[in-house]
């Protein structure tokens, strides 16, 4: 049994999610072989319980399997979506290590407005605090002054410097400004916020595109990381969203928040079955410590109710 105060949240958090699977389940499962029918009701449960056609076809073929010829009880049905979910979950449940050299690590972190980005780029900054690396944050979304304002009351409670320029500024300028104050500090880890406009593609690419060059001008390899933020509540529109960044930025990873907040958790399993991006991370609660990197066997329990 796990009740560590993670354990706690992520069951917590992915109660709604496992309750609407359960809503899903209930009645299919009995004691009676499995026949085609049911197996085909199970089938369509899981994928509308956002778990990706993947995953569900797995099941149903598992289910389908003759050790269970003489049926299987809804628990039975829960531990073999549980595994199913594991080894979807395990090539990409990967934390940001920090290894860039020189330093620091740029890690660029994009995501529509609404997303949760600029609270993530916290959570994300608290993290590396933890581990000992020095952070510096970088205010590259010039696009709104809130996100600006908002990622200045940040820096000041984490006690972590800050480079900022005025609303509607030049974002590449800010984060050529940002690596070299970094460089010269012995700064870690740099974390960007980007705007979040997807309302212009063509304008949100060619701002990235600049940050880009900027960066590749004073280390080849930077940005070491593009994390884009997902927010789960949006269901399967996450998996449009990762989709376009894909194109327009470049995505090498995932972060997805607000996980505690829907039914739709079951959209992880679809994220990492559709594009096999590392999810870096997992946000489910407001505090600081609610955005964590997770353990695939212990996150595929939880969302398939395996155990309490």
């Given at each position: ?177 940002a690596v070299k104050k970094a460089t010269a500090t012995g700064i870690d880890v740099l974390i960007v916020d980007t705007a ?113």
């Amino acid at each position: 049994m796990n009740d560590t105060p993670w354990h706690k949240k992520l069951l917590g958090g992915f109660k709604k999610t496992s309750e609407r699977l359960t809503e899903n389940l209930t009645g299919l499962v009995t004691k009676s072989k499995l026949d085609a029918e049911t197996l085909d009701e199970i089938e369509e449960a899981l994928i509308v319980s956002d778990l990706g056609p993947a995953t569900a076809a797995a099941v149903r073929s598992r289910l389908a399997d003759s050790r269970y010829e003489r049926g299987i009880d809804e628990v039975g049905v829960r531990e073999v979506l549980a595994e199913e979910i594991a080894k979807v979950l395990a090539p990409v449940a990967i934390p940001i290590e920090v290894e860039a050299f020189p330093r620091p690590q740029v890690i660029l972190v994009i995501g529509v407005n609404g997303s949760g980005k600029t609270t993530t780029i916290a959570k994300l900054a608290h993290l590396f605090l933890e581990q000992d690396y020095g952070v510096m944050l970088a205010a590259g979304d010039t696009f709104r002054a809130a996100a600006i304002g908002q990622l200045k009351v940040w820096a000041d409670r984490l006690g972590i410097p800050i480079v900022s320029g005025p609303e509607g500024g030049d974002a590449a300028g800010i984060v050529f400004d940002a690596v070299k104050k970094a460089t010269a500090t012995g700064i870690d880890v740099l974390i960007v916020d980007t705007a979040g406009r997807l309302q212009n593609k063509r304008e949100l690419m060619d701002e990235l595109a600049k940050i880009r060059r900027v960066l590749g001008r004073i280390n080849p390899a930077s940005p070491h990381n593009v994390v884009l933020v997902l927010d789960a509540t949006t269901g399967q529109n996450a998996l449009s969203q990762i989709e376009i960044f894909k194109e327009v930025a470049g995505v090498t990873g995932l972060v997805m928040t607000k996980l505690d907040g829907t039914a739709r958790g079951g959209v992880l399993v679809a994220a990492a079955e559709k594009f096999g991006l590392p999810i870096h991370a997992v946000g489910v609660g407001e505090t600081l410590e609610d955005l964590r990197p997770f353990d695939p066997q212990e996150m595929a329990q939880v969302i398939a109710g395996a155990r309490a």
